[in-house]
Structure formats: C-alpha cells, structure tokens
C-alpha cells in the first residue's frame, strides 16, 4: 500500500487552523495526523513527501451542484465526463456530484446510465443530481420549459432504476402535483431532495422540508426572493437546522453582503457550489446547457432565450477566495462550506469533508492567495 505524508502545513480542518501540522496517508485514507516532527518516525522515503513550506493544507473540495467545466458538459458521456473533472481538480475540487439540466425522460435514464458506469468505476464521482424536469416554469432559469413536468411515481421508479443506487440529489419543485409523494419515495430511495427552481411561498417550503427534503438549491436564484411579509424559501431553509443551503458564490448570482448573511443565518450549513457549466474554464462564447443555446460574455453565461443567468464559469478555489476575502467569512467557515459540509449534505460526513484518520485522502495545498498548488484525491497526487 502506498504511502505519503504532506509536513509542515497551516492545516485547515474540522473548523480549525493548526500550525506546523502533518498528514499521513495510506493507500487512499487517511493514516494519521500530528504536529512538529513526528512524521520523521514513520521512516518515510522524502520521494514520498511534500514540504507544504507553511502552506495552506485543506481537504478535498467537494461540488455537489456542478454541470461540467473545460468545454464539456456531463450529459455528453464518458469522455466529456473525464474532461470536465480533470478542469475542475486542478482546482482543487476532488470530488463532485454530477448535475444534469432538464431533458427528456428517455434522456435523462441514459445519462443516469452512464453516470451510474462512471461512479462505479471512479470514487472521485459522487454519483447524479438531477436538476429538472420537476420544475416550475415561473422560475425555471435555464431550463426547457416544453421539457418541465410534475413528478409521478412511474417516472421516479425510472429514473431510480436506471440510476442504480446513484442517484444522489433530486431538485424539484415542491408545489407541483405528487410533489411530497415524489418527496418521501426519493428520501426513502436513499436520495437527498432539495427544493429549487419552484414558486414555493415560506409555508410550501417548511413542509417540504418537514416531508424530508433536505437542501436549497443555489440559494436565492430560482426562487421567491426574502421579504418583510413574505420570507419565502430561504427563509424556510435558515429555519430547519437539517437543511442545507447551496450558495453559487460568483459575485453574479448573489451579491457577497447576501452571502455574509446567508452565513450569518445558517451557519455550518452553507454549501459552496459552483453550479458551473461547460465554458468553466475555457473561454466566452457560444455553448449549450441541455437544449438551449447559451452565450458566455465576460464569464458571465446566459441564455440566449430570455436571458437568464444559465449555470456557472466558476470554480470552487475562486469560490474560496471570494468568501475569504471580499464577502469577509473567516477561512475557517470557508473551508468548511467547501468540505465538510457538502459531504454532510449527501450522506457522506463519516468518510469526506475532514482530514483526520479514516477519511479519505484527499487535500488540497494553497498559496497565499489561494491559488491551487497540489491536489491530492484518493490518496494520488493528481495536480
């Protein structure tokens, strides 16, 4: 089994920053985790090694809301697949759930297909999120509204099967017809529910998340707005300390003094998301996001039907340092949103998020200015 040790590093882990620390793998796990010298006892070959040189050393990001990235978008199959997560670990993403936009019922089981080929044979996938067609048209964003539907329970028992265990994530809208139905036959699934794209007043919400959804999808975008009579979806979700809110923070989609709020209010449950579409990565231009034709201007993609922002150009490392140092959030907090709390999100806080022995070997090392310096995933440097 192979083994590595990352030494002298500002450790940012478990919500704390620990100087001078070490971290031990082996194989694709954590080992152990110390201060000062001790690593030296291990009686590791120094090829084995990395000085971090006082480094930030933090754990695998974790994107559970992403539509690709380098040109490629996650409906296209295996190689577009591969191409996408190479762009995003080498920014320090390790690993991230695969999201698809609203399609056709035959469309979306062949891509859950080939999603569920994909986890199975790469750890670093997470499995699928499925982001439509259970929408509603008032706040669809970019997504087809000749595609959007009301669940029922056929589709979902087809969609479950073709997905194989590896659905991860479903958004819908909880006001649509056989709403909760869909809601407790995902959840009993073993599939996280989050409420997005929908019309959902702050009464509708709350009882979504009382029949068992569990996050908001990219808070604030696709969705009522907070106001003084009418608190609407957010509201709901800063109440239920089991929900999760996903925040696209880009400096487009929500401005960063909501951010600090959004923070502020459900603290621990704020889930930095990239939310990022094919052009993450590359350049403006002209690209699709499921059916509709998307045009990127200054990173900036919107759809060229109605013009609403369609997904994403970022990536979880500028996620990072625009939390840090333009919204004000501590790196503790940051990093937090970034690892351990979207691994709490889909089930996976017993294995992902942390490093500390047990977890999985994943880890990122910053510069100062959070630039990505290595990537480490599974136990495997991969940038």
């Keep these: 089994m192979s083994a590595h040790i990352i030494h002298s590093a500002r450790l940012v882990s478990g919500g704390s920053t620990t100087a001078d620390a070490w971290v031990s793998f082996e194989g694709d796990t954590v080992a152990a985790v110390g201060t000062g010298t001790a690593w030296r006892a291990f009686g590791i070959d120094p090829a084995s090694t990395t000085d971090a040189r006082g480094r930030l050393l933090t754990p695998g990001f974790i994107d559970i809301h992403c539509h690709g990235g380098g040109g490629a978008s996650f409906e296209d199959g295996a190689e577009a697949i591969e191409t996408a997560l190479g762009l995003h670990h080498r920014h320090g993403t390790t690993r991230i759930v695969l999201s698809l936009v609203t399609a056709s019922q035959a469309d979306l089981e062949s891509?859950?297909?080939?999603?569920?080929?994909?986890?199975?044979?790469?750890?670093?996938?997470?499995g699928a999120h499925l982001?439509?067609?259970?929408?509603?048209?008032?706040?669809?964003?970019?997504?087809?509204p000749a595609l959007l539907r009301a669940p029922d329970?056929?589709?979902?028992?087809?969609?479950?099967?073709?997905?194989?265990?590896?659905?991860?994530?479903?958004t819908l809208a909880p006001e649509l017809p056989g709403a909760t139905a869909a809601i407790r036959t995902l959840v009993d699934a073993g599939v996280v529910v989050a409420v997005g794209h929908s019309a959902a007043d702050y009464r509708e919400a709350m009882a979504a998340f009382d029949s068992g959804a569990s996050i908001l999808t990219h808070a604030f975008n696709g969705m009522r707005g907070i106001h003084h009579r009418a608190p609407g979806p957010v509201a709901a979700a800063t109440r239920s300390p089991q929900v999760t809110l996903e925040v696209i923070n880009d400096g487009v989609h929500v401005h960063p003094e909501v951010v600090r709020l959004a923070f502020a209010g459900a603290?621990?449950?704020?889930?930095?998301?990239?939310?990022?579409?094919?052009?993450a990565g590359s350049s403006d231009g002209r690209y699709r996001l499921g059916t509709l034709a998307v045009t990127v201007t200054d990173g900036v993609a919107r759809a060229d039907q109605g013009g609403s922002i369609a997904g994403s150009t970022l990536t979880l490392d500028v996620a990072l340092r625009r939390a840090v140092t333009e919204v004000g959030v501590t790196l503790e907090d940051a990093v937090t949103a970034l690892t351990e709390t979207p691994a709490r999100a889909i089930g996976r806080a017993h294995d992902l998020g942390r490093l500390a022995p047990g977890y999985a070997a994943d880890a990122v090392l910053l510069g100062d200015g959070f630039e990505v310096d290595a990537v480490f995933a599974a136990g495997r440097r991969l940038h």
Excluded: C, K, W, Y
Aim: glycine fraction near 8%; proline fraction near 7%.
């Design 131 to 144: 982001e439509g067609p259970f929408l509603d048209d008032a706040f669809r964003g970019a997504h087809d």
């Design 153 to 170: 329970p056929q589709s979902i028992d087809r969609l479950l099967e073709a997905g194989r265990g590896h659905i991860r994530q479903v």
């Design 267 to 279: 603290p621990g449950r704020i889930a930095l998301i990239t939310d990022a579409m094919a052009a």
């Design 111 to 126: 891509r859950l297909a080939v999603i569920a080929d994909e986890t199975e044979r790469n750890p670093l996938v997470l």
